[in-house]
């Protein structure tokens, strides 16, 4: 079955960064676009950043844009974020999303920026 896990979330202090990782399997990754959303504490969802499946970055979210950089390696079914110059805005739990016939979620990784 279709599946993703995301890792690399963590507590940090604003400047620092992080590289979040999505690692799939169950479907052919190369094939699907790939999505991060986040959500923070009493707030909805949000669409971080998208590429699709030859690499192209589609999106990415104006409060992210020359900080954060999505990118993905097909030979090793997985998609990363790297965050840099974190803000304490970027609180939030962090969740990588794919199509493959029908929207697949991972279970998150929280994200903490310390001020």
């Known amino acids: 079955q279709v599946q993703l896990v995301e890792s690399g979330g963590g507590l940090v202090q604003a400047g620092g960064s992080l590289r979040l990782s999505c690692a799939t399997s169950?479907?052919?990754?190369?094939?699907?676009?790939m999505s991060w959303y986040r959500q923070a504490q009493g707030k909805e969802s949000e669409l971080v950043a998208k590429?699709?499946?030859?690499?192209?970055?589609?999106y990415l979210t104006d409060s992210v844009a020359g900080r954060f950089t999505i990118s993905r390696d097909n030979a090793k079914s997985t998609g990363y974020l790297q965050m840099n110059s974190l803000k304490p805005e970027d609180t939030a739990v962090y969740y990588c999303?794919?199509?493959?016939?029908?929207?697949?979620w991972g279970q998150g990784t929280q994200v903490t920026v310390s001020s």
């Open positions: 999303n794919v199509y493959w016939y029908e929207p697949y």
């Open positions: 169950g479907f052919d990754f190369s094939s699907a676009g």
């Open positions: 590429i699709s499946f030859a690499g192209v970055v589609f």
